[in-house]
Each structure stands twice: as C-alpha cells, then as structure tokens.
C-alpha cells in the first residue's frame, strides 16, 4: 500500500502524551515538521527524544493525541518513513554482513515471502557507496568500527527510499569521518526535499548542521526555525531548573524497552 | 574392513538401528536449525526450560485420550511448552522478577508437576501407560518407525516455516524495532519463532530426553557460528552438524553395550562445539592464540631493536653510527622489565639485526640501526632525518618515553 | 518420630538450606546455574562411585562438589572465550558433564543401586530407612547431613552477609573496596555445589532447582529487604516441602515432584496475589493510575489551550474526544472525576480550569 503525499506537513503531531507505566515521558507535545527540513530533537537525558521518535514510528502507543504522517496515520504511511535507530539497539555479533544488513531495507517494500534479489542488492551497494561504505559491502557487521556501523545503518535507511527520516542520535560517539559522511547525506537528502529529523547530543553543531529544532524536555519547549529558536534563554528553559531531576529519574522513564531498553 | 563393511549393512537390515539413526539424524537436523535462532536471540535456554516444561503435557495428553500415538504426544508437549514460554513471558514483562528465575521456575514446577502426574497415572494401574517414561531420560532404542514418521512430519512443518519466513525471521532476530517500523507483526513472528523451538524441543523428548534436549538446540549453532558469519551458512551448517552428531551417535552408542544413544549424541554433538571453538579458521581460539603471540613477538622484537638503538643515541653516537655501540645486556633488561630480552636478542641476532659483543654487550647491526630507525620514525610520524635526539627516558611500566 | 515426620523434617531442612544461597542466585541473575550445577554434579558421583564403589563414601560428596565448581569455571571460561554468550555457555556446558556421567554409570554400575532417575527426581519415602546415631540421638542419615550443610550455610552468609550483599547490589563497588567478586561468586556457587550435592539423594536434582529459585522468586514479590527476603524464602520453603508432601501422600504420586509443584502453587498465588508487586494489585494500581493521570492530561490539556484564541472550540467535550482521542465514555469519566475535584467548571459547554485545576496542572508540568 504506497503513501501518499499531500499538502499537510510530513509529520504533524498533536496534544501528544506518552507514559510509561502510567509516568509521562512526553506531555501534550504539538508539533509540525515543515516539508525538506532537517530538523534536529535537542534535549536533556530523560527528555523523551528518542521515546518522541519511537511514538512517531508506532511502536509506542501514546496515551493521548496523534501523529500524523501527510495527514493519514503511520500505518497507512509506513512506505514514505524511514528510520535509523540507536547503534546500541542491536546486537552486533549477528552473523551478516554490511550488505545484507543495508539489504533489510528493502524487506518492507519486497512484503511477505519475497526475496531480496539483483535489484535490491545494486540499491543496497548504491547507498553503501554513497556513505562511503562499498569496500566493507562484504564485511562482517562485528568488525565495523562504530562509525562504520552508524554508516551502514544509515545506508539501510536510505535504500528505504522514504520521504521521512527519522534518526535516533546518529552522531552518537562516531568519528569524524563518519560525522561528515552523514551530515552530506543529510543535506543531499534535504536538498532533494526529503524531511529529516534527527534526536541530536551535541548543541555546539545544531545551527551548523540543522536548520529547524525541536526543544524538548518532557513538553515541547519551544519549536521553529533554528535561527530563531536556538537562543541560550530557550536553552535555559530547556536544560535548567528541574534538570537534576529528570536526570535522577532517567531509569524510570525508559519507555517500550523493558530491561534492555536504552534511552536518552 | 569385513566388520566396517558388515556394520554398514547392519544399517540397513537392523531394524533398530536403522530406525534410531534416522530418529537421531531428523532431530540433530531439525533442532540445529530452529535451535540457530534460539541461540541467536540468547534464548539457548528456552530450550532447557522448554524441555523440562513439556513433560507434563505429554502426560495430560496421554490422561486425555488414552493414546500413546507419537503425534497425540508431541501435541501435549507442545501445548505445555507453550504454556511455559508464555508465563516466562508473563512473570519478565509483568513484575521484577529476571528471565534466569523465570525460567528457572517453569522448568523445575512443570518437570515437578509431570512427576506427579507420571506417578500417579502409573499407580492408577493402567497397563497401557508403560513408556511414558521414556519422555524422561529419552530411549531411542524404543523409537519405531511410526514415531520417526512424526518426527520427521513436525520437524518437516517446521522447516517449511522458516524457509517460508526466512527474510522475516533473520530481520526479527537482528533488529525487533526495525522490523515492527516496516510493518511486519513482530509479536507474531515471536510467537511462531518460540513455537519452533518448542517444536525442536518435542522432536527430542523421546531420543535424548529432558535433560539432554537443551544441549541439541544450543551446540549444533554454538558449533555452527563459529565457521561463518552468514546467518544462511550456520543454520545450514548447524542442521549439518546436528545431524551428523545424531548418526555418529547412535552408531557410536550400537558399538557397545552402556552407551545411551542420547549422551552419546550429546557427546558428539559437545566434540563438534569443541572442535570448533578451537580450530574454526577466524574465530577459533588457537589462531586467535597463535595470531597474539605473532604480534606479542613483532612488538617485543621492535622494541628491543628500538632500546639499543636510543640507548645508543643517548650515549651520544651519531644516528649514523648508533650500530657501533655496544650496550651491556644488564642496562637493556634494566630498560625493558618484564620483556625477555635475552631471547628476543637470539632472533634478531638470527636474522642479522643484533650482534653480540664482548663482555655480555649488544649492539645493533647496521641493518639493525635502519630497522630501529624506520620502526620510531613510523611512531612519531618524523622522518629518519628528523628524528630528535635526546635522551630516553623510563616510565614505571618500563616504557620509553619518547 | 514417625517416618512421616522424618520425610518432612528432611525436606524442610533441605528447603532452608536451599533457599539461603538461592535469595542470592536470583538477585544476581545466575538462577539457572542451580540447574547447570545440580545436574553436573551426576558427573562427580559416578566417578567417585567408580573409585569407591559405595554411593555414600564422602569422597562422592567431595568429587561431586568438585564437578558443581568445575561446571561453574568452564561456564566463566567460555564466556571469557567471547565466541558463545552467557545463556548459551550453560547451555552448553552441562549436558556434556551430566552426559559423560550417565555413560559411567550405565556402563560401569548399570547393575548397582546407582541409577540416573534417583538423582534427578530423588527418592524421598526411602529416607527414612537410612540411619545414623550421632549424640544418642538415632535420626535418618538425610536429617544430620542435610542439618550440617543447613549449619554451613547460615554460618557462611551470616559471614560474608556484608559482603554478598555489596557484591550483588554493586559489583564495582564490592571490587573497589577490595571484596573481589570472582571470590564471592565461586565462593557462592561452592555453597550451592555442595548444597546440591548433599540434597541430591534424598529430593533430587530437580526439587533442588525449585527450591532454590521458586521460594526466594516469591519472597522478592513480597519485600524489598534482604533480610526479610531470606527469611520469607525460607518459610515458603518448608511450606511448599510440607504440601508437597500431603499432595504427594493423597495422589500417591512423587514426593519430591509434589513438592516441586508446591513451590509452583505457592509462586503462583503470590504472583497473583501480593500486595505490591502482585499482578491483581498491579492491574488496580494501573488502573487507578491511569485514572489520575487521565485528569491530569486533561487539565494540562486545557491550561495549554485557554489563552489560545481557539480556546471556545478546543475545550468542548467532544472535541477533546476529537483532539486528545479519547474514547467517549473515558473522556466523560474523566471530565466527571475533574468536576468532582473541583479542578473544571462547566459553563455553556465549555470547559474551564478553576484556579485549583491551573494550580494542579502547573505543578504537573514541572515535575
């Protein structure tokens, strides 16, 4: 079933509350994400970033409130997003190798019983090439440095082909090689209109890097182009006063994950 | 060769041993396959508890319907397996309790459950329940034809499950959160994936028994891994592997008399993971052993030629001239605690690096002098000309400070 | 005393001694290497057998011990090795101890009263039978031998009970401060080999892996004290040992799978059951929860919107089932819990915060 693409925003969230266990992690959080934006989710530990992203994705419920993708629900618009989970989700060991992995991909597209064949491999060599990756195609995932790793799951969300990324700390401890190679792909996408949302760490490289943000610390703190909203008094609203708090609290709010769970 | 030749055909006429075999054979197959997966989502101990959780089942079954039959069985197994897995579900999700103790739990209340029921059935005096028991410790010799049929009908609607779903469950076990965004029913697929190794588990019962299953469904893959990193290869190799732990076993075990067929299978299947684990070209620990002491050996002797060669220096010769001086062996060992000195200084000498000078002194070779200087220039990035000369310096740990 | 008794004592000691070492195998999330070791320990039995030919020589008990620690160090050793994960290590390791132990015995004491079922499911209405007269006191074997193991135990965590408890709450901890945690581990595991060892041939293997996992399992849904947890594990113990054994004597069935079943029983009602951690009492304290954090949402929900000049039509019953996606009837209980708290006023169908329902939703957005 293809998405649809229309006039409403890529992604529109509305009076959004997610809890945990009965805890909220995220309150009443409203947000659109306007078309070809890179848009970085900038917050403190516990701030329910990547739990914000995982709600988008389906794979939490909310306990009130909606989100939107082009004004049909996720399920129906599953084709147009893509996502880049946290390196630590998985584990590495796995017997496969980068190929096979960007391959995954695909999965979605092919449907059930179906077999990646000739095309989905040209496609997944093609988004290998383009984050630097074709000489490990064949590689087993354990012996991929970290950024390598961060680079081959980047390129599994590409050969998605979606009209929205969503990516979970990207720049999560990899080296500067691989910073530059995702931060071209990013523009690259943007530049072809695609709509990328990444939860980010780092606040020295977000007017660098993105130009929409989403300041989040529980509630939507304040959203809107970088420029104007990247200011050290939104920043203190953000990460000041009840941060130590948030901080001692951050194993409770782990959402979905159960003991496994990881969280920022 | 005249009794190699005769055990062949014994074969093929034995009855038993013929039958037991092939039983052994399609379980080692069946459980080296579906077992990879378990093995992968670090579930290896599913099977155990699986196992032991089934017994009750199979005497409920047999309470039930009066019946023996191999498939009536295997259901009861599997209906209580089942049960199993999902309270382990259950108890982890829902309180504090850790999946080792849940786990743990099920095997030990539904073995101790199957107990009663077994004895008490057996004490009802019914005469049709002899055998049951086999379920306990596993008597492949009691295997019959039938019973094989059946193994091989569940293990073959096993094996057609994952071939069908094989994209899906290789996505599953890699990456849930992944696979659920794509829209494929994880919850689903987690379902059918614990129902294979229950399904593994019940082919087993009746060969190796309860005990003995959780080893089939865990070191045919443990074994497997190590040969490859490609999930297609290790579950075809662990199939492989299973199955050939379960011929050699129960032909080992016809031999002699006081060799149970599942231990011995067991025992096998145990040599292969060893074997393995050993020998596998990359990740088997002699080479990664062997791999350690080459470069343990290239660093010492680096180091050793890089020793003279500064103490050299800082007795004032030219760079050019370092492989003149000779240094007393007492000042190298001094510089370089814990390292063997003496015998890394024997391999350079062998390979015309170092040469030995009156009085118990070393000294570098001309040759030695380049290598020394090639290996630090390589360290600090400078080139031989550039290098700084100065004087060494030790820290604690015996290292130069450079 | 009556055999009846005796079986019971027996039982309730083994259940004690059981469930001591077991508060610390759960907690340190090691449950199933009771069951690695309690089936290994076959291993040590059979040799030792085949060297004294007696199975009640203490040489068995020492060899058995001796293959419950070895089962431990190949299970670390593996590990260490990084080419298989912890769950598959004892997975893997114990099957081959336990295997090599049957072939012993079945090749070389197939005839003997040695037999592979009496160690796993134990034969506890025989116990009796086996007599031993220490201090005038003529007692079965099983009550002075499963009493001296009980002593050794309470002596041993009563020792290290500092140190235990350090190590299985914060391991770094407990190595920074000198307490290597490799000690405590083996020195734990050594308490359980030897436990398993001594319990083996009266209740067998399988009623020691109940004992040690499913009483302290039942007590962690009822405390969160250490002390209260071991002395909790031990009462659910001797109870599950006591039932089992009167299930046992009414469906004639075996002893110590009756009791295996007990512990299950027992488990299960407090899984059900318990005033906190129990599920009844989870799914009520959800439910009350979700309650509470309903009014909440709804009050957050209606201070974002009351400034807004959309406020008219944003805070209408039927659009907060429109935005918030509430079902109809749980928005209305909701809104009624809210007015009966004072926190919303109903005017012309509209909502509106009273001062106490701004109050409470400020207070919840800083929390």
New interface residues.
């Given amino acids: 079933m293809p998405g649809q693409r229309n006039g409403s925003p890529p992604i529109h969230i509305e009076d959004l509350t997610v809890a945990y266990r009965e805890e909220p992690v995220l309150w009443d959080v409203d947000l659109d994400v306007p078309e070809g934006t890179l848009m970085a989710i900038v917050g403190p530990n516990g701030a329910g970033k990547s739990t914000l992203i995982?709600t988008i994705?389906?794979?939490i419920q909310p306990a009130a409130g909606q989100v939107r993708i082009y004004d049909r629900s996720y399920?129906e618009q599953?084709s147009l997003?893509a996502?880049v989970?946290q390196r630590g989700?998985?584990?590495w060991d796995?017997?496969?190798?980068a190929l096979?992995?960007v391959m995954?991909g695909r999965?979605?597209h092919?449907g059930?019983?179906?077999?990646?064949g000739p095309t989905e491999r040209k496609l997944a060599l093609d988004a290998l090439t383009k984050v630097g990756m074709q000489e490990y195609a064949g590689r087993?995932i354990s012996q991929l440095s970290g950024g390598q790793q961060q680079r081959v799951f980047l390129a599994?969300a590409l050969v998605q082909d979606a009209q929205i990324y969503l990516m979970d700390e990207p720049f999560q401890g990899v080296d500067a090689t691989t910073e530059k190679a995702i931060i071209t792909v990013l523009r690259e996408l943007r530049a072809a209109g695609r709509t990328v949302v990444v939860v980010h760490h780092d606040l020295e490289t977000v007017p660098e890097y993105f130009d929409h943000v989403l300041l989040l610390n529980v509630r939507a703190i304040a959203t809107g182009p970088v420029a104007e909203i990247f200011t050290p008094a939104n920043l203190r609203r953000t990460y000041g006063g009840h941060m130590d708090m948030l901080l001692a609290r951050d194993g409770e709010l782990t959402p979905g994950g159960?003991?496994n769970g990881r969280h920022s | 060769m005249d009794a190699i030749l005769e055990f062949v055909q014994l074969i093929f006429t034995d009855y038993t041993l013929r039958t037991v075999t092939l039983g052994a054979m399609i379980l080692g197959l069946v459980s080296g396959l579906l077992g990879s997966f378990a093995?992968?989502r670090?579930?290896?101990?599913l099977?155990?508890a699986m196992s032991?959780a089934a017994l009750p089942g199979v005497v409920i079954a047999f309470i039930l319907t009066g019946s023996k039959a191999p498939l009536v069985l295997m259901l009861g197994a599997l209906a209580a397996g089942w049960l199993g897995a999902l309270l382990v579900q259950l108890?982890?999700?829902?309180?504090?309790?850790?999946q080792?103790?849940?786990?743990?739990?099920v095997?030990?209340?539904?073995?101790?459950?199957?107990?009663?029921?077994?004895?008490?059935v057996q004490?009802q005096g019914s005469a049709n329940q002899s055998g049951l028991d086999t379920f306990?410790?596993g008597r492949a010799a009691a295997l019959v034809m039938s019973d094989v049929w059946a193994m091989a009908g569940v293990g073959g609607a096993g094996l057609l499950l994952v071939l069908?779903?094989?994209?899906?469950f290789?996505?599953l076990?890699?990456?849930p959160?992944?696979?659920?965004?794509?829209?494929?029913p994880v919850g689903l697929l987690n379902v059918a994936l614990t129902t294979l190794i229950v399904v593994a588990v019940v082919i087993g019962l009746q060969t190796v028994g309860v005990?003995?299953m959780?080893?089939m469904?865990?070191?045919p893959?443990?074994a497997a891994?190590?040969w490859?990193?490609?999930?297609d290869?290790?579950v075809l190799l662990a199939a492989l592997f299973g199955a050939l732990a379960g011929i050699s076993g129960a032909l080992i075990s016809s031999l002699s008399?006081?060799?149970?067929t599942?231990?011995?299978v067991?025992?096998c299947v145990?040599t292969l993971?060893g074997f393995s684990?050993l020998f596998a070209p990359n990740?088997g620990?002699v080479g990664a052993w062997l791999r350690q002491r080459h470069n343990r050996r290239q660093l010492r002797r680096a180091a050793v030629l890089e020793t003279l060669y500064q103490l050299a220096i800082s007795h004032g010769d030219a760079a050019e001239v370092a492989s003149a001086h000779a240094h007393q062996l007492g000042a190298l060992l001094a510089a370089m605690p814990g390292v063997d000195v003496r015998r890394t200084l024997d391999v350079l000498e062998s390979e015309g690096l170092a040469r030995p000078s009156t009085g118990d002194r070393w000294a570098l070779t001309p040759a030695g002098a380049d290598q020394a200087r090639q290996s630090l220039a390589r360290f600090t990035r400078h080139s031989p000309d550039e290098l700084p000369i100065r004087p060494i310096a030790l820290t604690s740990a015996g290292e130069v400070i450079k | 005393m009556t055999p009846q008794a005796e079986i019971q004592l027996i039982a309730s000691i083994v259940a004690v001694a059981c469930a001591l070492p077991g508060v610390f195998l759960?907690l340190r999330?090691?449950?199933?290497m009771?069951?690695a070791i309690s089936?290994s320990i076959l291993l040590g039995i059979a040799v030792g057998f085949l060297f004294t030919g007696s199975t009640s020589h203490p040489l068995l008990v020492a060899l058995a011990t001796a293959s419950g620690i070895l089962t431990v160090s190949l299970v670390e050793g593996?590990i260490n090795?990084r080419?298989?994960?912890e769950?598959?290590a004892?997975?893997?390791v114990f099957?081959?101890l336990?295997?090599?132990g049957?072939?012993l015995i079945?090749?070389?004491a197939?005839d003997v009263h040695l037999d592979?079922?009496a160690v796993?499911?134990g034969e506890l209405a025989f116990a009796p039978f086996n007599r031993m007269a220490f201090f005038g006191l003529n007692l079965p074997q099983g009550v002075w031998v499963m009493g001296g193991i009980l002593l050794l135990n309470l002596l041993l965590i009563g020792l290290f009970y500092k140190e235990l408890k350090l190590a299985t709450f914060d391991a770094g901890l407990a190595a920074a401060l000198g307490f290597s945690p490799v000690l405590l581990h083996y020195g734990l595991m050594t308490v359980v080999s030897v436990t398993a060892v001594g319990a083996f041939d009266h209740v067998g293997s399988?009623?020691v892996?109940?004992l040690?996992?499913?009483p302290?399992?039942s007590a962690?849904?009822l405390t969160n004290s250490l002390p209260r947890m071991l002395g909790l594990s031990a009462l659910y113990g001797v109870a599950a040992a006591i039932g089992g054994y009167w299930?046992?004597r009414t469906?004639?069935?075996?002893i110590?799978?009756?009791?295996?079943?007990m512990?299950?029983v027992f488990?299960l009602l407090t899984?059900l059951f318990a005033p906190e951690?129990g599920?009844i009492a989870?799914a009520l304290q959800r439910q009350r929860r979700r309650q509470r954090f309903a009014v909440e949402m709804l009050l957050v929900h209606l201070s974002r919107h009351e400034n807004e000049p959309e406020a008219g039509t944003e805070n209408s019953l039927a659009h907060l089932v429109e935005e918030l996606k509430w079902q109809p009837d749980f928005a209305q209980s909701t809104v009624r819990s809210a007015q009966e708290e004072v926190f919303v006023e109903r005017q012309n169908g509209l909502l509106l915060l009273t001062e106490e329902g701004r109050q409470v939703a400020s207070r919840v957005l800083q929390r």
Wanted: glycine share 8%; hydrophobic share 50%; aromatic share 10%.
């Fill in positions: 995982k994705l389906g794979l399920t599953r997003v996502y989970p989700s998985v584990d796995f017997p496969t190798n096979d992995v995954m999965y979605g092919l059930w019983l179906k077999r990646p087993q599994r159960g003991s | 093995v992968l670090k579930q290896s101990l099977g155990d032991h108890v982890t999700e829902q309180t504090r309790i850790k080792d103790s849940a786990l743990g739990i095997l030990a209340v539904f073995f101790g459950f199957g107990l009663v029921l077994l004895t008490w004490r306990l410790f069908l779903f094989w994209k899906e290789k996505l076990s890699f990456d959160d992944f696979a659920a965004t794509l829209g494929f005990v003995l959780s080893a469904i865990v070191a893959a443990a891994r190590q490859t990193d490609r999930l290869r290790m008399r006081g060799l149970p599942g231990p011995t067991v025992l145990s993971v684990l990740r620990l | 759960i999330r090691v449950a199933l009771s069951d089936h593996l090795t080419r298989v994960k769950d598959a004892i997975g893997l099957p081959v336990f295997s090599i049957v072939i079945s090749r070389y197939g592979v079922d796993l499911l399988i009623l892996v109940a040690m996992i499913a302290p399992a962690y849904l299930l046992a469906l004639d069935a075996n110590a799978g009756a009791m295996a079943t512990t299950g488990f899984l951690q599920l989870r």
